[in-house]
């Protein structure tokens, strides 16, 4: 398990980590106050980035699995006035 954010609370994106390819599940737990969470992918060694897929953006608590190959993955926080989030993989 990878925790990218722990009570965060300001929009911020977290550090990357190395995803080795396969399943896994992202999720994310708090008070989002009208924020959104995102899990990206960088397969070209975090230089750019894409949303992993709607199973792995939450405007609310929340849980969705993914499959994707070998890259970098991070979380994103957006759009909140004041949020408390935990989030990992």
């Known amino acids: 398990m ?3 954010f722990s009570n965060q609370t ?3 994106t977290s550090a990357a980590i190395d ?3 396969g399943d896994g599940t992202f999720y ?3 008070v989002f106050d009208g924020g959104t969470i995102t899990l990206q992918a960088s397969f070209d060694g975090a230089a750019n ?3 992993v897929g709607p199973d792995a953006t939450f405007t609310a608590p929340g849980a969705g699995n993914f ?3 070998r890259c970098k993955l991070r979380a ?3 759009g909140a006035t004041s949020p408390s989030l935990t989030a990992g993989i």
């Open 67 to 69: 499959r994707i190959g």
């Open 76 to 78: 994103v926080v957006t």
């Open 10 to 12: 300001t929009n911020d």
């Open 28 to 30: 994310a737990q708090g």
């Open 49 to 51: 980035w894409i949303d």
């Open 19 to 21: 995803w080795f390819g």
């Open 2 to 4: 990878a925790l990218f």
